[in-house]
């Protein structure tokens, strides 16, 4: 069984900031890209970014709201996909969704975590 | 970017009736390379995460109910609930995969009459 587990959030005040961790098990972590998906308070589902597997090059890629703020990275060697997230904007403030996609590569979000909340306040 | 546009917004069928939700893109995301359209449609019930039920359009992700199912091409696209249970209140949402950045639909709420 596929398990996404997010950690990491919390209160944080505008400006600052975080990192996201998302442990997941129950598959070949190395094989898939993963991506992180956020939705503010009563509202729809944003896409943050996802990074492709290795097979795939690895490389991220991001929503423009996010570009050269957010950064998402990978350690297969323990099956964690990270999204760290500078310069927090009080707009930044969602639950943040880590998903595993179909392939190794961008893709539809087959698998969903829990979640982790992100409030950005002073 | 592409714009996924849903209607309605909401819709309120009663039980055992057919229930359809409308999704169209701004763009093309037929890939003529495979004929495959970068399509998916998920349910998120209150207070949890989203769940796949659909991808590349019309596959049904496993263990999802065969009374859900997706159509359409190109740009027009439709999820099907064929006999409404209570257990699909939930919000839908499209989301296209053709390219980045992969954009969701503003989701149709799906309630019981």
């Known amino acids: 069984e596929v398990q996404l587990v997010e950690s990491g959030g919390g209160l944080v005040q505008p400006g600052r900031s975080l990192r996201l961790s998302c442990t997941a098990s129950?598959?070949?972590?190395?094989?898939?890209?993963m991506s992180w998906v956020r939705q503010a308070p009563g509202k729809g589902l944003e896409w943050v970014g996802f990074?492709?597997?290795?097979?795939?090059?690895?490389?991220?890629q991001y929503a423009a709201s996010v570009e050269g703020r957010f950064t998402i990275s990978r350690d297969d060697s323990k099956s964690i996909a990270y999204l760290q997230v500078n310069s927090l904007k009080t707009e930044d403030t969602a639950v943040y969704y880590c998903?595993?996609?179909?392939?190794?590569?961008?893709?539809?979000?087959?698998?969903w975590g829990q979640g982790t909340l992100v409030t950005v306040s002073s | 970017d592409i714009v996924m546009t849903q209607s309605p917004d909401s819709l309120a069928e009663s039980l055992g009736e057919r229930a359809t939700i409308n999704c169209k893109s701004s763009q093309s995301v037929l890939y003529s390379f495979n004929n495959k359209n970068y399509l998916a449609w998920y349910q998120q019930k209150p207070g949890q995460p989203p769940k796949l039920l659909i991808y590349w359009a019309s596959t049904r992700e496993s263990g999802v109910p065969d009374r859900f199912s997706g159509s359409g091409s190109g740009t027009d696209f439709t999820l099907t609930i064929s006999s409404l249970q209570a257990e699909d209140v939930a919000v839908y949402y499209c989301q296209q995969y053709y390219g980045t950045p992969f954009t969701f639909g503003p989701g149709t709420k799906v309630d019981i009459k």
């Open positions: 990074i492709r597997s290795k097979a795939y090059g690895g490389t991220t």
């Open positions: 129950g598959f070949t972590f190395g094989d898939y890209a």
């Open positions: 998903t595993k996609e179909g392939y190794g590569s961008g893709s539809y979000s087959s698998d």
